[in-house]
């Protein structure tokens, strides 16, 4: 299956090059995106072995908010100087990462805290509710419409070499999402807060007798994944439109991706974003026995049924003892 698969991508190379590279550029963006949502699910599951279903309808819900900014309150458009357009996303970018942060840690205190020596099944049903909540808090204040922003970003090309090109919406997305990234791996893995998740994340019990907060460590989890989630909104919110269920399907799809990865792996979670954001593109745009993008969805969520059946620890994860 895999040879065909590098099979069907070298002859799509070869046969139009120019759009094969064209459409691996979107796939590497789109899957930028998926990356700071899946962190979030990586994140939360790492330390509470729950899959926070609710994760994507912050999503929806802090980029409708993200929208009131940008139009209501800073009055954002093609007519906004660049000096203008720079200072009101970065402003934009810091508030829906706070809306995020403080709606994913409430959501924590109010459904998830309770829950913690609760059977699984409850706290996977709670999980479930929140997110038919939040989705219904999103369509109450925002209602059925999409909310779309103007082209704030130049649409030209970065670069175009031999037919293909990288625009600059585009590449507005590698510029905020690395540094993010990066940000996100150095607090993970230096910071003392970051350290004290990663003592959570192996045994609550024994982090909490070394002196570590436990309930603050947890709290600070959710919010830094709601953040992630917040600044994701943000940047698809300029790419394209959000409506109260648009959390729904693009928290499915990267919850497929942080699974491929290995659900619980920061690295994992992003490289399988990676893969996702790519097999999307190349489904949706290459010309040569390509299934199109009426078949893209069924093939994430196969992929997901997959991974679960034969590699049910994804691609970097460590298969554990259920229970371990």
Known sequence: MVALLIAWLVVNAIKTPTDFFNIILI??????????????YTLVYGILQLINFAHGDVFAL???????????EFKLGTDTGALGIVA??????????????????????????????????????????????VQNISLAIYDVN??????????????????????WDAFFVVLVTV???????????????????????????????MGINVN????????????????????????FNVRYDSGFQLGLIAFTAAVLGGIGNLTGAVLGALIIGLIQSCSDGLSWFA????WTRSIVFAILIAILVFRPEGLLGERTPEGA
Request: without cysteine; proline residues 4%; glycine residues 10%.
């Open 216 to 239: 603050r460590t947890i709290s600070f989890t959710f919010a830094l994944a709601g953040a992630l989630a917040g600044v994701g909104a943000v940047l698809y919110l300029v790419e």
């Open 179 to 209: 540094p993010v990234l990066l940000l996100l791996s150095w607090l993970v893995k230096t910071t003392k807060q970051g350290k004290a998740m990663r003592a959570t994340s192996q045994d609550p019990e024994a982090s909490a007798m």
């Open 291 to 294: 299934p199109g993008s009426d």
């Open 62 to 72: 802090s980029g409708l908010f993200a929208s009131t900014l940008i139009v209501s």
């Open 88 to 133: 009101g996303l970065a402003a934009t970018f810091a508030i829906a990462a706070a809306f995020g942060a403080i709606v994913n840690s409430s959501i924590e205190f109010v459904a998830y805290r309770r829950l913690r020596s609760a059977p699984r099944l409850a706290v996977l049903i709670t999980a479930v509710g929140m997110s038919f909540i």
């Open 27 to 40: 796939g590497i963006t789109t899957g930028l995106v998926y990356a700071l949502v899946a962190l979030g």
């Open 146 to 167: 999409f909310r779309s922003l103007p082209p704030l970003i130049s649409s030209g090309y970065v670069f175009t070499l031999r037919g293909v090109h990288y625009s």
